[in-house]
């Protein structure tokens, strides 16, 4: 049986840890997703995805500050192809996936790195009312990597 402890999973009676890299986010699109296919053919897609919370400062009584945080979302073959087909700016969705970090170099040999949510679940979601944004229905689809 698998107990977590911290930030890792340990199987019960035995002493090693197995690390996880397990993402879930509920957000809106910032963009259109932006569609490409790698040389062999396999289509994949990028989009922004914000997600937000509410910050309570310590002298605040009540209320709060929304904080934005934007995630980069990377959906490889045929969860590509549907993101991209049915998802646009603004969409709401909730997506399951992987952290993982690239690097790339830029023109003067400086080497960069990026860590990007990869998709492994999407679920395409429907507002209730289209005038209220943070109204979420059941789930329209669902794909899985």
Not at 99 to 108: M, P, Q, V
Request: charged share 30%; aromatic share 10%; proline share 3%.
């Amino acid at each position: 049986m698998l107990v977590q402890n911290s930030h890792f999973f340990i199987l019960k009676g035995i002493n090693k840890m197995y690390p996880l890299n397990k993402v879930f986010l509920l957000g809106r699109l910032g963009a259109n997703p932006i569609r490409r296919e790698t040389k062999k053919g396999t289509a994949v897609v990028h989009f922004p995805l914000a997600t937000s919370r509410w910050v309570k400062k310590e002298d605040q009584e009540s209320g709060g500050t929304e904080e934005t945080e934007w995630h980069s979302i990377v959906a490889w073959g045929k969860l590509a192809e549907n993101c991209s087909l049915c998802l646009e700016k603004g969409s709401p969705v909730f997506l399951e996936g992987q952290i993982k970090k690239r690097s790339y170099e830029l023109d003067n040999e400086e080497k960069k790195y990026v860590y990007e949510i990869h998709a492994s679940k999407v679920s395409f979601l429907k507002t209730r009312d289209p005038h209220q944004s943070d109204s979420f229905a059941e789930h329209e689809e669902s794909l899985t990597a």
